[in-house]
């Protein structure tokens, strides 16, 4: 059961489409939101897998600055959701806000075809995401009663749609980039924007009632001081576990090219192709997770999201370990030990992130979704902001100990999540919710 409360939950379920034969167990209107993020994500990840080798190859920046310009657009792109989420909350309202946004983005990802638009083509990719990211995962609570069982898993579904699309964009958007020029996986990532807008207009009729927005002089629910806290415990140590987490499109993905053998049999892996693992695994290992998960439920086990998401950035630091160990080695690198850093790193991944955004969706006041997973998405631009300082460390200092360093950052993360625990806890178990209504 979600703790955002009775006043929330009646207001959920008085904005519930009607009852639809379900798709895979679940309402269409999640099929239709799953998808539409797919595409969207394929184009965020399209472009991602390529932008720093477009950077250092073909726009011939230092790796530094290249980093830094990552790091930078990544974290804007998370810091725009801020205001995004309120503009939908207020005035846009959602359905709006998701075509708004997702038109300026496929604008802004055509825009980067050309060098000379290149900063102008970031800033409008990162202003539209404004308005998409928050309001298109802020309806998966409005397709359910408050009570339904299949909201708790809503989200990890959802984040599949993420990494379906992320899997196909660097075989696509990097192939075509590295084979036949930058610019075309640049203009591969367009395409794949507007698909989702047209899948989310085909599919509005699944998706939940747009509900009256809140009037400037109307009162929306309020936090109480619990949640308050838990959601800055949280969004602190997301922050400092994004630092290391973002790496693998920067930092991780220049020594895949430069410091791992990427030769099996007679062929040359092309290195964007190894950006298409963590997707890949993240559908592998997501449904086992989900039966594991549910087994101990069954059992009477019981982990708060705090201590499942420690879990998740210790396991990551330890993918970090891995990969420290495999730079000190003389030479270059196995593509083996690339290959067996995912699979530990996204086993991580699966704990934290879908944790946390489901996390700030619950405890969302009613009227304020949007914004809410907004607040996830600053965590994400402070996480990213940090991302791109660490990778300009990089050329720095020697690999193996770069590496050490990233790992250290997870586990710092770890201990804050761990030590968040019992804020949530007191969150979840006082009757506060009242307060808002």
Same mark, same amino acid.
């Given at each position: 059961m979600g703790i955002a409360g009775s006043c929330s939950r009646h207001v959920t379920a008085a904005i519930n489409v009607p009852p639809e034969a379900p798709w895979f167990g679940q309402p269409r209107g999640l099929t239709v939101l799953f998808l539409t993020n797919m595409w969207e994500q394929f184009s965020y990840y399209g472009m991602r897998a390529i932008l720093v080798y477009y950077m250092t190859k073909g726009l011939l920046l230092g790796q530094g600055r290249a980093s830094f310009v990552y790091g930078a657009y990544?974290?804007?792109?998370?810091?725009?959701?801020?205001?995004?989420?309120?503009?939908a909350d207020r005035w846009l309202g959602k359905r709006r806000a998701v075509v708004v946004g997702g038109t300026i983005m496929a604008l802004g990802h055509f825009m980067m075809a050309f060098d000379g638009l290149f900063y102008p083509a970031l800033a409008t990719i990162a202003l539209g995401n404004g308005l998409f990211l928050p309001t298109l995962p802020s309806q998966i609570n409005d397709l359910?009663?408050?009570?339904?069982?299949?909201?708790?898993?809503?989200?990890?579904?959802?984040? &599949?749609?993420?990494? *379906? !699309? =992320?899997?196909?964009? %660097?075989?696509?958007?990097?192939?075509?980039?590295?084979?036949?020029?930058?610019?075309?996986?640049?203009?591969?990532?367009?395409?794949?924007m507007v698909a989702g807008l047209l899948i989310y207009l085909a599919g509005g009729r699944y998706l939940p009632p747009e509900p009256p927005r809140r009037a400037a002089r109307e009162p929306a629910g309020r936090f109480d001081r619990a949640t308050i806290a838990v959601l800055i415990a949280v969004a602190l140590a997301v922050t400092v576990f994004r630092g290391a987490y973002e790496q693998i499109g920067n930092t991780v993905a220049l020594w895949a090219d430069s410091? &791992?053998?990427?030769? *099996? !049999? =007679?062929?040359?892996? %092309?290195?964007?192709?190894?950006?298409?693992?963590?997707?890949?695994?993240?559908?592998?290992?997501?449904?086992?997770?989900l039966a594991l998960w549910r087994r101990r439920a069954a059992a009477g086990y019981r982990s708060d999201a705090a201590r499942r998401m420690a879990a998740g950035a210790a396991i990551v630091a330890a993918a970090y370990l891995l990969l420290a160990t495999a730079a000190a080695g003389a030479g270059a690198a196995d593509w083996r030990w690339l290959v067996a850093f995912f699979v530990v790193y996204t086993t991580g991944e699966l704990f934290i992130l879908p944790t946390g955004l489901g996390l700030f969706a619950r405890l969302a006041p009613r009227g304020l979704g949007a914004t809410t997973v907004a607040?996830?998405?600053?965590?994400?631009?402070?996480?990213s902001l940090a991302a791109g300082l660490v990778g300009t460390l990089w050329s720095r200092m020697g690999h193996a100990a770069y590496f050490v360093v990233l790992a250290g950052l997870a586990a710092i993360a770890a201990g804050l999540l761990h030590a968040s625990s019992p804020l949530l806890r007191r969150a979840e178990t006082g009757d506060k919710r009242s307060e808002t209504c």
């Open positions: 990544t974290a804007t792109a998370y810091f725009t959701p801020i205001v995004g989420g309120v503009i359910y009663p408050g009570d339904d069982p299949r909201r708790a898993s809503a989200y990890t579904v959802y984040y &599949v749609g993420i990494n *379906a !699309g =992320g899997l196909a964009a %660097p075989l696509i958007c990097g192939t075509l980039g590295e084979v036949y020029g930058w610019h075309y996986g640049f203009a591969a990532a367009g395409i794949g410091g &791992v053998d990427r030769r *099996a !049999g =007679g062929f040359v892996n %092309p290195m964007t192709w190894f950006q298409a693992l963590d997707p890949l695994l993240v559908m592998a290992l997501t449904p086992p997770l607040a996830w998405y600053l965590t994400i631009f402070a996480g």
